[in-house]
T-cell receptor, first 114, second 109 residues
């Protein structure tokens, strides 16, 4: 089974802190994605990556950056955490150019910024 | 913007078939229809996908209309564990994937 592992299930950080959210997948997927999920707003795409060292902005990239130094790992970085970044963060991965290539999600990191 | 429209919520009696509709009237010829569901406090789970033919797997069936402008996900014998938010998504392979707000399905005992 495909496994997408997010490093923390729950995280509490203070305003202004630098926050790293880590995601690792074990299926040699080229594509990796970071979403955030908020009540009433659904899942919104922050950043995605098609390959190592490659990144593309999603719909809400402001206040975030990402790093993809290895194929299996995709990190989301909050340079200076703010309270409006309190949210559930979901990582996902998939193959890039294969017909039967659904997204596989991790179980999420619930981040609280105080 | 999401390319799909779904009802915000639906109810279904336990043991009955749950039929979840999705409109995707602007779908392009090479875009697949995917369905996911999200049970509370978990990440979304893949269910099924298709291009133009109907598809069936161990979880569900997917019926796509001939003009491909809408589809229906069918859970043949709904159980309480099927209570979740169901997302219908259209995507081109390799493209970024945009989720809509989904349908909250309540299975009633």
């Amino acid at each position: 089974d495909v496994k997408v592992t997010q490093s923390s299930r729950y995280l509490v950080k203070r305003t202004g802190e630098k926050v790293f959210l880590e995601c690792v997948q074990d299926m040699d997927h080229e594509n990796m994605f970071w979403y955030r999920q908020d009540p009433g707003l659904g899942l919104r795409l922050i950043y995605f990556s098609y390959d190592v060292k490659m990144k593309e902005k999603g719909d809400i990239p402001e206040g975030y950056s990402v790093s993809r130094e290895k194929k299996e790992r995709f990190s989301l970085i909050l340079e200076s955490a703010s309270t409006n970044q309190t949210s559930m963060y979901l990582c996902a991965s998939s193959f890039r150019d294969r017909r039967n290539s659904p997204l596989h999600f991790g179980n999420g990191t619930r981040l609280t910024v105080t | 913007d999401a390319k799909t429209t779904q009802p915000p919520s639906m109810d279904c009696a336990e043991g009955r078939a749950a039929n979840l509709p999705c409109n995707h009237s602007t779908i392009s010829g090479n875009e697949y229809v995917y369905w996911y569901r999200q049970i509370h406090s978990q990440g979304p789970q893949y269910i099924i996908h298709g291009l133009k033919n109907n598809e069936t797997n161990e979880m569900a069936s997917l019926i796509i209309t001939e003009d491909r402008k809408s589809s229906t996900l069918i859970l043949p014998h709904a159980t309480l564990r099927d209570t979740a938010v169901y997302y219908c998504i259209v995507r081109v392979q390799g493209d970024k994937i945009i989720f809509g707000k989904g349908t909250r399905l309540h299975i009633l005992p």
